[in-house]
């Protein structure tokens, strides 16, 4: 059995900022997650045409903008005009899609820690993971709590190994491979993660029991439920990532929510 490592983040991981109370990965939404006392939160990244690394989880801007087509056939000046918060409420009319670069030092302006969900474009997997990496080489400090790089795809979390090999990771999975009824754990180990993040539905006594005797952490997606999130916290997992920024407090730790 290999030791397992403590878990630096806190349990409660404010999903895309502040869940659906705001639209989705604005810094609006960060603010208001931050107003609801979390301290951990989640954000998806890819990359524009010039390079840049923005937030949105859609490939396709339709969903979160008043834009068309792929989000990174645009160049950041291009994605920066774009209206990301309309389609949510009028009150967020206009706002904008900001950089990874620009959370992540509003994240360390405010003792905040985070989570970069690796979202990419298809096709852009291992480039996209390599970017992630050398921002957080550049911005984030050696001395404080470095941020969790997640995703669905290996060849992302591959990249940013590759260039921030210190920078913990997290295998995202969304379903049990076909015929085993088990997750792919070797592959989180090949990639050297910390962490796996499933689906919440997914765990089990047993699953959490063997995770954690190799060494990685349990991490869940998206909760928002009490009951959901109490069977989490009686299992013995170490992360939950919500929308319920208003149900949840941050604040606990343990059984009794």
């Known amino acids: ?25 604005t810094l609006s939404a960060f603010r208001l997650g931050a107003q609801y006392g979390y ?12 390079g840049v690394l923005f937030l949105m989880h859609d490939a396709e801007l339709e969903r979160t903008t008043n834009g068309h087509g792929t989000g990174s056939d645009l160049t950041m000046g291009e994605i920066a005009q774009l209206d990301a918060g309309s389609w949510h409420s009028r009150a967020y009319a206009g ?37 992630c ?9 050696q ?6 790089f997640t995703s669905f795809k ?3 979390l591959q990249g940013a190994k590759e260039v921030a090999p210190h920078i913990p990771r997290g295998l995202l999975v969304d ?11 070797q592959t989180a180990l090949d990639l050297g993660c910390s962490a796996m993040v499933l689906n919440h539905e997914l765990w089990t006594a047993e699953l959490v029991t063997k995770v954690h005797a190799a060494g990685l952490h349990c991490s869940s997606y998206t909760v928002n439920d009490a009951w959901a999130a109490q069977r989490l ?24 929510l």
């Not at 379903?175 to 754990?185: E, P, Q, R, V």
């Open 39 to 50: 301290r951990f939160f989640e954000c998806d990244a890819k990359l524009s045409k010039d």
């Open 143 to 148: 001395d404080r709590t470095p941020p969790l």
């Open 233 to 256: 916290i009686d299992l013995g997992t170490d992360g939950i990532i919500t929308d319920r920024v208003d149900l949840f407090s941050p604040a606990q730790t343990g059984p009794g």
């Open 1 to 25: 059995m290999t030791t397992l490592a403590p878990w630096p983040y806190p349990r409660w991981v404010a999903h895309r900022g502040a869940g659906k109370l705001a639209p989705e990965n």
């Open 133 to 141: 990496g050398a921002l957080m080489n550049r911005i984030w400090p």
């Open 154 to 156: 290996p060849a992302s």
């Open 95 to 131: 706002e904008q899609l900001p950089t990874l670069e620009a959370l992540a030092r509003w994240c360390l302006a405010n003792q905040l820690q985070l989570n970069v969900e690796i979202k990419p474009t298809p096709g852009q997997e291992l480039e996209t993971g390599r970017a």
């Open 175 to 185: 379903k049990l491979a076909d015929g085993t009824g088990d997750i792919d754990l």
